[in-house]
């Protein structure tokens, strides 16, 4: 059974940092595609960034450069590194794994930037 739990959210004021986790069991996250998304109120999820299984990392325009995506294969996690952040960041954060038939999500864990 896979099991994502997400850590790591908060209140920060603008321009502040936050790194999110999430600890995978159930699980080897080198051998998926993971994921960070979000979703503010009134909107849809969107996709933050992606790190697949070879490494390769995908980012939304709108955090490139400010956020990285990032795997601990003998933790057996994956992380967020925020940086800069902005209000429009606000949202909750959820933790994907994706391969073949597999696609779980954590429980979320929220972000809120304040002006």
Request: glycine fraction near 12%; aromatic fraction near 8%; include cysteine.
């Amino acid at each position: 059974q896979v099991q994502l739990v997400e850590s790591g959210g908060g209140l920060v004021q603008t321009g502040g940092s936050l790194r999110l986790s999430c600890s995978a069991s159930g699980i080897i996250v080198s051998s998926y595609t993971m994921g960070w998304y979000r979703q503010a109120p009134g909107k849809q999820r969107e996709l933050v960034a992606t790190i697949t299984r070879g490494g390769s990392t995908n980012y939304a325009d709108s955090v490139k450069g400010r956020f990285t995506i990032s795997r601990d294969n003998a933790k057996n996690t994956v992380y967020l590194e925020m940086n800069s952040l902005k209000p429009e960041d606000t949202a909750v954060y959820y933790c994907n794994a994706r391969f073949l038939s597999v696609n779980s999500w954590g429980q979320g864990t929220q972000v809120t930037v304040s002006s």
